[in-house]
């Protein structure tokens, strides 16, 4: 896919909410919002490249009884049309938390529930919302109150697995404290069994050198300019280890590639903030939107290599021009770009109350970088 031309390529028009509907594309999907009218005809197998979003089999992407009608990103896209900045968006329904009250962030995160049976809920968290925080501040913790009164829930909704603030994706949610510690240990027993129960999408500048393969490696958290970045130890001791220093362990899997990007599979074996990010700088292929580990990798005349971490610190992802143009944004605009870390899928045990594999779609500046770059995920999700 090297060698295709993009120079003709322009920005995926994006279309009112109810064409996805009149298409017959998937509910949860976004990718329907970014085709050309010439390709109407095409868009719900679009939509199942870019999100499964109907394919039958293991994934379960059922929803509630309580989102029959818009997700959060079409609420969210219409405040920004009443606003008059729709045609400014660069990054479709990228969620911006700060500029919501707790009220509207409740409402939305309403509608982004895509399972609810008996004590479990799975819903799709956006890019850019912390799971937990302080008191007082504005978080996914923070409305569950009013999701589960929604969902008509007497006990409190505890979270049993979640992505990171910068990530977006599933969020696994149980009222049940016998149900999380069959869950917890099930996690537990297939991180010792080596088993993987967690997919993430990512989009990275750069290709990985093997289209699959192990990234291992300790980490820990330093203490660095009033920050704590995760960095890699070679060779810890056991008093290290003991110490806050923890092995770690990823598989991945390329699953579509050009020049200077990959669309890439990534399942964690281990636990560990930012595991994925440093993993991924480690190969010379950081995420695209991570302006913190970013600046770790040099280029000089395209050949990528590790700056030594005391000189490397957190600033503005930096992409070469082509990229710029392929994803149709400027220098100036980098800055805004999100992190493309997406928790896909998540495996269960065998229970009364839900599927072995829960899957949630890709958020929609997701799917357009995806249509941007010409990479395209299998139709359909498998096991490694």
Same mark, same amino acid.
């Given at each position: 896919?090297?060698?295709?031309?993009?120079?003709?390529?322009?920005?995926?028009?994006?279309?009112?909410?109810?064409?996805?509907?009149?298409?017959?594309?998937?509910?949860?999907?976004?990718?329907?919002?970014?085709?050309?009218?010439?390709?109407?005809?095409?868009?719900?197998?679009?939509?199942?490249?870019?999100?499964?979003?109907?394919?039958?089999?293991?994934?379960?992407?059922?929803?509630?009884?309580?989102?029959?009608?818009?997700?959060?990103?079409?609420?969210?896209?219409?405040?920004?049309?009443?606003?008059?900045?729709?045609?400014?968006?660069?990054?479709?329904?990228?969620?911006?938390?700060?500029?919501?009250?707790?009220?509207?962030?409740?409402?939305?995160?309403?509608?982004?529930?895509?399972?609810?049976?008996?004590?479990?809920?799975?819903?799709?968290?956006?890019?850019?919302?912390?799971?937990?925080?302080?008191?007082?501040?504005?978080?996914?913790?923070?409305?569950?109150?009013?999701?589960?009164?929604?969902?008509?829930?007497?006990?409190?909704?505890?979270?049993?697995?979640?992505?990171?603030?910068?990530?977006?994706?599933?969020?696994?949610?149980?009222?049940?404290?016998?149900?999380?510690?069959?869950?917890?240990?099930?996690?537990?027993? &297939? %991180?010792? =069994?080596?088993?993987?129960? *967690?997919?993430?999408?990512?989009?990275?500048?750069? +290709?990985? @050198?093997? #289209?699959?393969?192990?990234?291992?490696?300790?980490?820990?958290?330093?203490?660095?300019?009033?920050?704590?970045?995760?960095?890699?130890?070679?060779?810890? &001791? %056991?008093? =290290?280890?003991?110490?806050? *220093?923890?092995?770690?362990?990823?598989?991945?899997? +390329?699953? @579509?590639? #050009?020049?200077?990007?990959?669309?890439?599979?990534?399942?964690?074996?281990?636990?560990?903030?930012?595991?994925?990010?440093?993993?991924?700088?480690?190969?010379?292929?950081?995420?695209?939107?991570?302006? *913190?580990?970013?600046?770790?990798?040099?280029?000089?005349?395209?050949?990528?290599?590790?700056?030594?971490?005391?000189?490397?610190?957190?600033?503005?992802?930096?992409?070469?021009?082509?990229?710029?143009?392929?994803?149709?944004?400027?220098?100036?605009?980098?800055?805004?770009?999100?992190?493309?870390?997406?928790?896909?899928?998540?495996?269960?045990?065998?229970?009364?109350?839900?599927?072995?594999?829960?899957?949630?779609?890709?958020?929609?500046?997701?799917?357009?970088?995806?249509?941007?770059?010409?990479?395209?995920?299998?139709?359909?999700?498998?096991?490694?």
């Amino acid at each position: 896919m090297g060698g295709r031309s993009y120079a003709a390529r322009r920005r995926p028009p994006v279309l009112h909410p109810a064409s996805c509907l009149l298409l017959g594309a998937c509910a949860h999907c976004f990718a329907c919002f970014l085709v050309p009218a010439k390709m109407w005809g095409r868009v719900s197998c679009r939509c199942r490249l870019l999100c499964g979003g109907t394919w039958p089999g293991t994934g379960v992407r059922a929803r509630s009884e309580t989102q029959k009608s818009e997700t959060w990103y079409q609420i969210y896209l219409k405040g920004a049309k009443k606003k008059g900045d729709l045609h400014k968006q660069l990054f479709p329904g990228m969620l911006k938390p700060e500029t919501l009250h707790h009220e509207e962030l409740a409402e939305m995160m309403k509608t982004a529930v895509l399972y609810h049976n008996g004590p479990l809920v799975a819903l799709n968290k956006p890019q850019g919302l912390a799971v937990t925080g302080k008191p007082g501040e504005l978080t996914l913790l923070s409305v569950l109150p009013e999701v589960g009164q929604h969902l008509g829930f007497r006990q409190e909704l505890q979270i049993v697995r979640a992505p990171g603030k910068e990530s977006s994706g599933l969020v696994l949610l149980s009222s049940s404290p016998q149900l999380t510690k069959t869950f917890q240990n099930f996690f537990i027993h &297939s %991180r010792r =069994a080596q088993k993987p129960t *967690v997919t993430y999408w990512a989009v990275t500048v750069g +290709v990985p @050198d093997t #289209t699959k393969g192990e990234i291992q490696v300790s980490l820990k958290l330093d203490h660095v300019r009033g920050m704590d970045p995760v960095v890699p130890v070679k060779a810890p &001791s %056991r008093q =290290a280890l003991r110490e806050g *220093v923890k092995k770690t362990l990823t598989h991945f899997f +390329v699953e @579509d590639s #050009t020049c200077d990007s990959a669309l890439i599979k990534l399942q964690p074996l281990t636990a560990f903030p930012s595991q994925l990010l440093v993993h991924m700088v480690l190969q010379l292929c950081p995420v695209l939107g991570d302006h *913190v580990y970013s600046g770790r990798v040099g280029s000089v005349l395209g050949e990528s290599f590790l700056l030594p971490l005391e000189t490397a610190i957190p600033q503005t992802q930096v992409l070469n021009d082509l990229l710029l143009h392929r994803l149709q944004i400027t220098s100036n605009e980098v800055a805004l770009l999100p992190l493309h870390l997406h928790l896909h899928q998540i495996l269960l045990p065998q229970t009364s109350v839900a599927p072995t594999v829960l899957i949630a779609p890709l958020p929609p500046f997701f799917s357009q970088t995806l249509w941007n770059l010409g990479l395209q995920m299998s139709g359909k999700p498998r096991n490694n």
